[in-house]
T-cell receptor, first 112, second 115 residues
């Protein structure tokens, strides 16, 4: 399985963009990049996922580098409620692709 | 987004008691999952199901058992609770499709404290 590396913590000012990086240098061609977040030990919340192209939804944007070895989750206008642990997950192809393997994630603190 | 419910949200119970944690989803998802998360630690998959009458053990060994008699219901049972079972238990579900494109949606979790 491709492993991911994320910084343990980041701070962001309220109203500014939060850019959360993720390295997945061993990712292979059919493996998707997923982002979840967990607010104060609630159930993880799905944010966005992608394969090769950049993706955007109502919550965030996902920028994947051309070589797919890293990606960045962008929260365009962070609010205090975005303070959470953010998980970058690479999902393998094949029959084990249904499993989500959570790492330590990045603690994002949004400050006023 | 899936509607997925877990009860109870919090449970404090004595050692040796039998407990069942309930999980239900209303989206007709075929696949359901149980994760365990100790405070401040990572989530680990302990059970999953691909559909009715299908259950598999996850990556983390667990003394709990699960059943899947109805599509919408995936309860987890501990026959004899111990303090080592103290943890948060998270249920998730996903629709069927290409495995690594199936988005899993999580319930709010059950916090279990065994005294």
């Amino acid at each position: 399985d491709a492993k991911t590396t994320q910084p343990p913590s980041m701070d962001c000012a309220e109203g500014r963009a939060a850019n959360l990086p993720c390295n997945h240098s061993t990712i292979s061609g059919n493996e998707y990049v997923y982002w979840y977040r967990q607010i104060h030990s609630q159930g993880p919340q799905y944010i966005i996922h992608g394969l090769k192209n950049n993706e955007t939804n109502e919550m965030a944007s996902l920028i994947i580098t051309e070589d797919r070895k890293s990606s960045t989750l962008i929260l365009p206008h962070a609010t205090l409620r975005d303070t959470a642990v953010y998980y970058c997950i690479v999902r393998p192809s094949g029959k084990y692709g249904n499993k989500l393997v959570f790492g330590a994630g990045t603690i994002l603190r949004v400050k006023s | 987004e899936a509607d997925i419910y877990q009860t109870p949200r919090y449970l404090v119970i004595g050692t040796g008691k039998k407990i069942t944690l309930e999980c239900s989803q209303t989206m007709g998802h075929d696949k359901m999952y149980w994760y365990q998360q100790d405070p401040g630690m990572e989530l680990h998959l302990i059970h999953y199901s691909y559909g009715v009458n299908s259950t598999e053990k996850g990556d983390l060994s667990s003394e709990s058992t699960v059943s899947r008699i109805r599509t919408e219901h995936f309860p987890l049972t501990l026959e004899s609770a111990r303090p080592s079972h103290t943890s948060q238990y998270l249920c998730a579900s996903s629709p069927s499709g290409q495995a690594n494109q199936e988005t899993q949606y999580f319930g709010p979790g059950t916090r279990l404290l065994v005294l």
